[in-house]
């Protein structure tokens, strides 16, 4: 099957540009996830949609990250204005959700590199 | 906030011994996650031990759990070249909501 899809691949801006990112995820997954990773740490969760609903968004930047699941599918995550300091790797990852065998199981996209200058 | 975290930071061995890293929890979880990530292929999903689970294989990996310490231990077998990555326990407190830690970045010599 194929996996999760993520573009672009990398991209350069500058500060208090704005950028998005598309995520396609696995399909039939109804758990989509973003995450940001910043060099030398773990990826942190920004969001989390169950379908196209959103179960946590705690750890979101709201004033200036924004993210919608179109249609329980597809999703975009938007950074507006950027910051240095959001120079990281956006992953994205999808999960069963439901149903049988490892429904917690992530899969994880390749990943876009934001340098943010 | 992190919940897991790894222990060591770093890990260098030989080609052929075993690795083991350790991940401590702050509060009580549904699931524990092992995932690496290498530069070839990202993060993958290596091993899930639930909570009423102690100790689960897969291969050459031994994952144990120890709910009362909090805490979880990933050992990796007559580790390769090949298992050279960062390796990242995740904790599931509920509602498919994982936390990842800060890695152990493990290299191994050929």
């Known amino acids: 099957e194929a996996g999760v899809a993520q573009s672009p691949r990398y991209k350069i801006i500058e500060k208090r540009q704005s950028v998005a990112f598309w995520c396609n995820p696995i399909?039939?997954?109804?758990?989509l996830y973003w995450y940001q990773q910043i060099l030398g740490q773990g990826p942190k969760l920004l969001i989390q949609?169950?379908?196209?609903?959103?179960?946590?968004d705690s750890q979101l930047p709201k004033d200036r990250f924004s993210a919608e699941r179109l249609k329980g599918v597809d999703s975009t995550l938007k950074i507006q204005p950027a910051k240095l300091e959001d120079s990281a790797v956006y992953l994205c990852?999808?999960?069963?959700?439901?149903?049988?065998?490892?429904?917690?199981?992530?899969?994880f996209g390749p990943g876009t590199r934001l340098t943010v200058t | 906030s992190q919940q897991g975290e790894e222990d060591p930071q770093a890990l260098s061995i030989q080609e052929g011994e075993n690795a083991t890293m350790n991940c401590s929890y702050k509060?009580?979880?549904?699931?524990l996650q092992w995932y690496r990530q290498n530069s070839g292929r990202g993060l993958v999903h290596l091993i899930l031990?639930?909570?009423?689970?102690r100790e689960k294989h897969s291969g050459r990996l031994r994952v144990t759990l120890d709910t009362s310490k909090k805490s979880s231990s990933l050992l990796i077998t007559a580790s390769r070249a090949a298992d050279t990555a960062s390796y990242f326990c995740?904790?599931?407190?509920?509602?498919?909501?994982?936390?990842f830690g800060a890695g152990t970045r493990l290299f191994v010599k050929a």
């Open positions: 509060t009580s979880i549904n699931n």
């Open positions: 949609f169950q379908n196209n609903g959103v179960v946590d």
């Open positions: 031990i639930r909570s009423n689970e």
């Open positions: 399909s039939g997954h109804a758990t």
């Open positions: 995740a904790t599931d407190t509920g509602g498919f909501k994982t936390i």
């Open positions: 990852a999808s999960s069963p959700g439901s149903g049988g065998g490892n429904v917690y199981e992530q899969y």
